[in-house]
């Protein structure tokens, strides 16, 4: 199996009432662990990249192993340019073979946000790329991206319509109230407005801001529209707490082999743990093959 696009793969998620994990991977190993992953509980899975990760891997490299883990696995697999503000970076992911791309222009006004989506739909459409928008602001760290507390905002669901109507995204990503990273104290969803957004819209939601949000509460998530659950922070933090400990606890024990196969078991068991916890355990059916 090559890599798809995410829109099916996303409304099929939408329709059945589960979501899918999608997974921000920063080295190349990564991109197989989560497949392995995802295999082992027959998922389908989406891998994600920031705009870093593609200035320091690049896009066609990160697309190649991308197409070679998904057809080692046999599992349905999108990849995903995350949060990019850059045309030219969408354009080059595009090219490379992305199948979904996200184009972030929530820190400008409505209207400006349309505009600079619409292009991009006009790009990615006719190639059957997804197109990932944002409305509102999360707050939180992401790559070179950052909205302070006080400056995060959440989507108002009139004018989610309303810009799905203009610009034909495929997939929304609204403010809700979670922030991307680890909470400092408790996140504060707004399960009114996703219910609101979901009613009014018929494209599947984006949660951002995934990690560390509790298990009941991505569910609850979940079961109200938001069928992709983005996760970057635990996955990251699981995959190198595990390489940390192992110095702390043999410091001359040098060879790559041992402490990144305890850093690929530690961040497997996180990524397990997240896939179980959006229901896609066990979705992969023959229609999907």
Known sequence: MTLISTTPMLRKAKKNKHGIVAFNVHCFDS??????????????????????????????????????????????????LDHCTDFDVIKEAIRAGYTSVMIDASMHPFE????????VM?????????????????????????VAEEDAQKAVPEEC???????????????????????????????????KIAEIVDVPLVLHGGSAVPEADVRRC?????????????????????????F?????????????????????EMAKSKIRMVGSEGKVVPSFV
């Not at 006009?122 to 950052?146: F, M, P, R, T, Y």
């Not at 610009?167 to 990273?181: D, F, N, R, S, Y």
């Not at 680890?182 to 504060?188: A, H």
């Not at 702390?248 to 961040?267: F, G, H, I, N, T």
């Open 31 to 80: 991109i197989f662990w989560v497949l392995e992953a995802a295999a082992e509980l027959k998922s389908p899975v989406i891998l994600q990249t920031t705009v870093g990760t593609v200035q320091n891997l690049g896009a066609k490299n990160i697309v190649e192993a991308a197409k070679t883990a998904a057809e080692s696995y046999n599992i349905p697999t999108g990849l995903h």
């Open 112 to 119: 400006e946000n349309v505009k600079r989506t619409k292009e």
């Open 122 to 146: 006009e790009l990615a459409k006719s190639l059957g790329v997804n197109v990932e928008a944002e409305l509102g602001k999360v707050g939180g760290v992401e790559d070179d991206i950052v």
């Open 161 to 195: 319509k309303l810009f799905i109507e203009q610009t034909g995204v495929p997939t929304l990503a609204p403010a809700i109230g979670t922030a991307h990273g680890i909470y400092k104290g408790e996140p504060d969803i707004d399960f009114d407005r996703i219910a």
């Open 222 to 246: 979940v079961s109200l529209g938001m069928a992709k659950v983005n996760v970057s922070t635990e996955l990251k933090n699981a995959y190198s707490e595990a390489i940390r400990k192992h």
């Open 248 to 268: 702390e606890m043999d410091p001359d024990s040098l060879d790559p082999r041992a402490y990144l196969q305890k850093a690929k078991e530690a961040a497997k």
